[in-house]
């Protein structure tokens, strides 16, 4: 007898990222504990992904679920427009106190795609308001930035928005120098890459957008903090505004709290969710400066920011957030990513010669490329098969097999990971 689970996702269940026709049906759930998420049929599963990357301090965190609980109790959610309550207010000066100064507003949406939207729309409303013809975008080549239509024109070389490419508004988009260990030419590329964007830095530029140090999407590509600065220095001198989409980045992935932190670059728009809430509820924030605030302040409602989400500031995701900072800011979470990052580089060193290429690592991300294929090729499908048969969820994006881990996860799972991985090679 079939699992009515399994027999109502078929019937009537959408996937997001997976071809239904081809794809093996997918593994239900039951529960997750730490770095584990449990299935239905009994196994175990190391999550070496953290869920899609938002998963900070392990799944069913006592701290965060109790958090949530607490505040379910007492108000689930409120009109944001009229209103204002603790958790959003509490989470709103943490995120400030803990980014560069002078990122001190924060406007509150639904995820990453609409944190990315509303800084986009902030941006070109900014020079309107001012009576500036500012409406250009530039981004860069592989970035990903999410699924609604702003973010898709930013991304759209990524690779993933063909069916939708007639559509996209027009964004220039800069090579990117995505770097390894012992990349000769990592100068090269970053000089180019500036090249272009001096050529494209105008009076028409509303906003430089990018993921800063690690590309997501289009195969965890790295660049270096130097790269970022003179990327900073040259918009700010155009008098363009820098966006950095820490939706993935933020929240220690790349051993700092934040990669703006870690380049010693502040944007004016900072983009984040995935970890926001430590992976319990859909949240996204977009920090701005404050002088870019105060450009929205007039008598007229034309003038202000006419934006917002049905669920925008919801306290229950609050609530999480500001339990998941907790953990964050504290010594043993700080510990935990330095030992993810040790162990990272200590075994990308050990792995078999040749057999792996472009071996990089940032903070608890690890990343190399193994064969050739794009995106859902066979070389990611047999890895990622590997590993399932050895109780490990992994997703390789094209030819790229990358770890990014629960900062939770116990050092033997994590070398046992790796072992796994040197076995498939």
């Not at 959610?77 to 204002?84: E, K, L, N, P, Y």
């Not at 003179?230 to 990669?259: C, K, N, Y």
């Not at 995106?375 to 390789?396: D, T």
Request: contains cysteine; aromatic residues 8%.
């Amino acid at each position: 007898m079939s699992d009515p689970i399994e027999d109502f996702d078929r019937r009537h269940v959408w996937h997001p990222f997976t071809q239904s026709l081809t794809a093996p049906a997918p593994m239900v759930a039951v529960a997750g504990q730490g770095a584990n998420i449990l299935t239905k049929d009994g196994e175990t599963i190391l999550d070496l992904i953290s869920s899609w990357w938002v998963n900070l301090h392990g799944h069913a965190h006592p701290a965060i679920a109790a958090a949530i609980a607490a505040q379910a109790s007492t108000l689930e959610q409120v009109i944001f427009a009229d209103f204002t309550h603790a958790p959003a207010a509490h989470l709103a000066q943490r995120l400030a106190a803990l980014l560069p100064k002078d990122l001190d507003r924060v406007f509150f949406s639904d995820n990453g795609s609409t944190a990315v939207e509303v800084a986009l729309k902030i941006a070109l409303q900014y020079f309107a308001n001012q009576g500036q013809e500012r409406r250009r975008l530039l981004a860069f080549d592989g970035g990903y930035h999410g699924d609604t239509v702003g973010a898709m024109s930013l991304g759209r070389s990524s690779g993933f928005f063909r069916a939708w490419e007639d559509l996209l508004f027009p964004v220039d988009v800069l090579p990117f120098p995505a770097s390894w260990w012992q990349d000769e030419a990592v100068d090269s590329k970053e000089d180019e890459a500036l090249a272009a964007l001096d050529r494209a830095l105008d009076e028409s530029v509303a906003a430089v957008l990018i993921e800063p140090l690690v590309q997501g999407a289009s195969g965890m590509r790295m660049c270096r903090p130097s790269f970022l600065r003179a990327l900073a220095e040259r918009t700010a001198q155009a008098g363009a505004l820098l966006i950095f989409d820490e939706v993935m980045t933020g929240f220690g992935r790349t051993g700092s709290l934040f990669a703006c932190l870690k380049a010693g670059v502040t944007p004016d728009l900072l983009c984040l969710s995935k970890g926001l809430t430590g992976g319990f509820l859909p949240m996204g924030a977009t920090v701005a400066r404050e002088p870019i605030h105060q450009a929205f302040l007039d008598e007229r409602i034309d003038r202000a920011f006419l934006h917002g989400h049905s669920y925008t500031a919801n306290p229950l995701g609050c609530a999480a957030g500001l339990a998941s900072l907790d953990l964050l800011t504290g010594p043993a979470c700080q510990a935990q990513i330095s030992r993810i990052e040790a162990i990272h580089s200590e075994r990308l060193k050990a792995l078999p010669s040749g057999r792996a290429r472009h071996l990089r690592v940032t903070g608890t991300i690890a990343a190399l490329e193994i064969g050739d294929t794009g995106y859902g090729g066979a070389e990611g499908k047999k890895l990622k098969a590997f590993f399932r048969q050895h109780g490990m969820l992994v997703r390789p994006l094209g030819s790229t097999l990358y770890f990014l881990p629960p900062y939770c996860i116990p050092e033997p799972d994590l070398h046992r990971a790796w072992d796994v991985l040197t076995s498939a090679l």
